[in-house]
C-alpha cells in the first residue's frame, strides 16, 4: 500500500539552528500538507501545497518557515532559525486531486531544539 | 470560532467492552467530519468519514460514527473492543475541498484493559 515517508524521524538541533525536515509524498497525489503537534496539544495544520506553490499556510507559518518540493518526489518543511518552541511532532500528508477530503499522513519528523 | 473538542483525553476500556469517543464541534460551514487513529509510532490513519447523507457512518476496523448536527457532534463507537485499539483518536473538522486545513481535536487516548 503506499504511504508517506518522512525523514529524520527524530532530530535534536540547537536553537537558532536551521533544519529540514523531509517527505515523499504518495507519488500520485499532488496537494501536500505539514502539520505538527506540540506535546500535550492539538494537531496544528501549517501549510498545504500545491502546484509549486502554496495554497493555505496558518499564522503559526510565518517568516520562519518555508516549504518546497525540490523534485519530483520530495516535499521539505525549512526552520530558518528554530526556537524552543518550535519543538513538536510534524506530520507531512498528502491527498489526491479528488475532493475526497482524506490525507494521507506519514508517520512524523520528531524536533527537539535545546 | 472553528474548533473541535473532544472532553476526554484518556480513556479506559475492558477488551471486549464497548467504546464511544465523544468528539463536538463548531464550524461556520457544512462540516465534513474524519475521525484518526494513531498507533504507537505510526502515521495519522483515517478511520471513517462522515461528508452528507446517511448521518452513521461505517469505517476500518469495525468503527462507526454518528453525526447529529443538533448537537454539532460527532462520536465515534466500537461495540466491542481488542487490545489491538489501544492508540490515540483524533476527530477533525474541514471541507471536501483539496488543499485546505483540517482542525484537529486534542486527542483521545485510548487504552484496553485485559
Known amino acids: 500500500e503506499p504511504e508517506v515517508t518522512q525523514t529524520p524521524s527524530h532530530q535534536v538541533t540547537q536553537m537558532g539552528q536551521e533544519v529540514i525536515l523531509r517527505c515523499v509524498p504518495i507519488?500520485?497525489?499532488?496537494?501536500f500538507y505539514w502539520y505538527r503537534q506540540i506535546l500535550g496539544q492539538k494537531v496544528e495544520f501549517l501549510v498545504s501545497f500545491y502546484n509549486n506553490e502554496i495554497s493555505e499556510k496558518s499564522e503559526i507559518f510565518d517568516d520562519q518557515f518555508s516549504v518546497e518540493r525540490p523534485d519530483g518526489s520530495n516535499f521539505t518543511l525549512k526552520i530558518r532559525s528554530t526556537k524552543l518552541e518550535d519543538s513538536a511532532m510534524y506530520f507531512c500528508?498528502?491527498?489526491?486531486?479528488?475532493?475526497?477530503?482524506?490525507?494521507?499522513f506519514g508517520e512524523g519528523s520528531r524536533l527537539t531544539v535545546l | 470560532a472553528q474548533s473541535v473538542t473532544q472532553p476526554d483525553i484518556h480513556i479506559t476500556v475492558s477488551e471486549g467492552a464497548s467504546l464511544e469517543l465523544r468528539c463536538n464541534y463548531s464550524?461556520?460551514?457544512?462540516?465534513?467530519l474524519f475521525w484518526y487513529v494513531q498507533s504507537p509510532g505510526q502515521g495519522l490513519q483515517l478511520l471513517l468519514k462522515y461528508f452528507s447523507g446517511d448521518t452513521l457512518v461505517q469505517g476500518i476496523k469495525g468503527f462507526e460514527a454518528e453525526f447529529k448536527r443538533s448537537q454539532s457532534s460527532f462520536n465515534l463507537r466500537k461495540p466491542s473492543v481488542h487490545w489491538s485499539d489501544a492508540a490515540e483518536y483524533f476527530c477533525a473538522v474541514g471541507t471536501i475541498q483539496a488543499g485546505t486545513a483540517l482542525i484537529f481535536g486534542k486527542g483521545t487516548t485510548l487504552s484496553v484493559s485485559s
Open positions: 464550524y461556520g460551514a457544512t462540516p465534513y
Open positions: 507519488s500520485n497525489h499532488l496537494y
Open positions: 500528508a498528502s491527498s489526491a486531486t479528488a475532493n475526497t477530503g482524506e490525507l494521507f
